[in-house]
């Protein structure tokens, strides 16, 4: 079972808004916290989002505040990225993520702490 699907990405122009949906294996859900990372063209993949469902706190990069939502559904094994008011320096490929163990709150921006993650999907913003 694939681990990670992210789903919902697209062509948007400027001042539009995309919904993007992770669904995850109940393995990879397991854990408390999941997170959006994407990169751009020529870019490091960079924190957007995160989300800790177990003490309901969510924790965004400085460039997503308050334009971006993360939420998950339990139930449905999805997390969520309502994107609005989407800006041409979003455009980039989107990325979820889950640890394989949990984080400390501190390391919910490093990439590098999370071990599962989908294949993407390509978020466009035009100008």
């Known amino acids: 079972q694939v681990p990670l699907v992210e789903s919902g990405g697209g062509l948007v122009q400027a001042g539009g808004s995309l919904r993007l949906s992770c669904a995850a294996s109940?393995?990879?859900?397991?854990?408390?916290?999941m997170g959006w990372f994407r990169r751009a063209r020529g870019k490091e993949r960079e924190f957007v989002a995160a989300i800790n469902w177990r003490v309901g706190t969510t924790f965004y990069a400085d460039s997503g505040k308050g334009r971006f939502t993360i939420s998950r559904d339990n139930l449905k094994n999805t997390v969520y990225l309502q994107m609005n008011s989407l800006k041409a320096a979003d455009t980039g490929v989107y990325f979820c993520?889950?640890?394989?163990?949990?984080?400390?709150?501190?390391?919910?921006?490093?990439?590098?702490?999370?071990?599962?993650w989908g294949q993407g999907t390509q978020v466009i913003v035009s100008s």
């Open positions: 993520a889950g640890p394989s163990l949990e984080l400390d709150t501190t390391d919910y921006e490093r990439p590098e702490k999370y071990y599962y």
């Open positions: 109940a393995r990879t859900f397991s854990n408390s916290v």
